[in-house]
């Protein structure tokens, strides 16, 4: 079983080493989705959605929204974000299995530890 949560923060950065309009400081506001798979438990769970909450919004959140993220994360793409994230989240959450993150409506990257 695989369960998920979405998240949505806004945050600024630019690609220094972009040639285009990504070189220029600009925000978006992205979207966070953090699967976890497991076996349910006695409850019929494999974790409960508020303990996930609680998690992403401590290690990612409470970081991220509103935040410059160059200043967070070398070299901010979407790709590397990602990671970032499941590095945050990979020793908090059992069953951590993917993370996708939607930079724009239609731009988005996925990640499982691979």
Do not use: Q
């Not at 506001?29 to 409960?48: C, P, Q």
């Amino acid at each position: 079983m695989i369960i998920g949560r979405e998240f949505s923060f806004d945050a600024a950065h630019k690609l220094d080493w972009y040639n285009g309009k990504c070189k220029n400081l600009h925000g978006h506001t992205y979207k966070l989705i953090v699967l976890v798979k497991g076996d349910l438990n006695e409850n019929g769970i494999i974790i409960d959605f508020k303990e996930l909450d609680d998690i992403v919004k401590k290690e990612v959140m409470d970081i991220l929204d509103h935040s410059y993220l160059n200043e967070v994360i070398k070299n901010p793409t979407a790709e590397n974000i990602c990671v970032w994230i499941w590095d945050k989240l990979k020793n908090k959450i059992i069953g951590l299995y993917e993370i996708k993150l939607w930079e724009t409506a239609d731009s988005f990257a996925v990640y499982n530890g691979d």
